[in-house]
Structures are given as C-alpha cells and as structure tokens.
C-alpha cells in the first residue's frame, strides 16, 4: 500500500509540555515511527489560550508535523491520540503530493503562511475599484450566467 502525506496537527496538555517539552514533543514521533511511518518534520508552532476549555485545560500547546505513512495504519495513530493524557485534541489532513516539498520547506523554516492583513479597506486593490455592493452584483450577475467577465 503506497503512503501518504499527512499533516497532523497536535493540541497538547501545556502544564505537561511546559515541564518536559522534549518527552511530549517525542511522543508524537514516536508513535508515527511505532506504526511504519516516516517524520518528515516536526515543530512547535505556538503556545495559545484554548476558546473553549478541553478536559478542565484553558491552555494549550499547538504542535504541527508532516509525515509519510500508509493510509491503513492512520486509524492507529487516532486511536493512540485518543487514550494519550498528553495529547488534548489532534487532527490529520492528507496533504496534495503537488505541494508537499512547499509545505514541509515552511515548516522546516519555521513559517506556516505569511499573510499580511490590510488595516483599512481603502488599502486594498479590490475596494478601490469597486465598491461592495457593486462588486455583489457583478458576482451574482455571474453566477446567474449574465456577465460578459468575471469579477474581480
């Protein structure tokens, strides 16, 4: 069976992780590589408050990895992730093989996206041309099938 590449996204106990950051952080590594898979790399992405509690834990460490493994065994690492008193929440994503090199190359860096947020809306290059609620018109004049061009 060919193996894939998953994103798994970790949310793990804080009070843990805060006094023995390399024992919890190896435990996801190691539960991959127990199972056949293949870590193509694992970081810290950030500390955060939690919006709502999990377990009675109002904070929580987010721990992201990438790695290679089959699709039949996943099932065996969401079970470990279950029973694991570390682990608060977890989740798998199968990552296109088109952009796996790019996304493992930004984690490795230690950036996930960059992103930059306009501060007004006057900044960006759509509000400028048009406005809302024209922009709104054309969009559903599109989907209708009525416009001569896509919207920008």
Same mark, same amino acid.
């Given at each position: 069976?060919? &193996? ?7 949310? %793990? ?13 190896? =435990? ?15 970081? %810290? ?22 790695? =290679?493994?089959?699709?039949?065994? %996943? ?33 490795? #860096? ?27 018109? #054309? #969009?559903? &004049? ?6 001569? &061009?896509?919207?920008?």
């Amino acid at each position: 069976m060919p &193996a894939n590449v998953y994103e798994g996204l970790f949310i %793990l106990d804080s009070n843990r992780y805060g006094r023995d950051p390399d024992a919890v952080s190896n =435990q996801i590594r190691a539960m991959i590589e127990k199972v056949g898979g293949e870590m193509l790399v694992t970081r %810290l992405w950030e500390e955060r408050r939690l919006a709502y509690p999990i377990q009675g834990h109002r904070k929580g460490v987010y721990w992201l990895t990438y790695f =290679q493994l089959s699709s039949v065994r %996943l099932i065996e690492i969401q079970r470990k992730c279950e029973i694991s008193e570390d682990i608060l929440r977890s989740l798998f994503l199968s990552v296109d093989p088109r952009i796996v090199e790019t996304l493992v190359a930004h984690a490795k #860096a230690g950036t996930i996206a960059s992103y930059s947020v306009p501060e007004k809306e006057e900044e960006t290059p759509a509000a400028r041309r048009i406005p809302p609620t024209e922009a709104l018109a #054309a #969009a559903e &004049a599109w989907d209708a099938g009525k416009g001569d &061009a896509a919207p920008e």
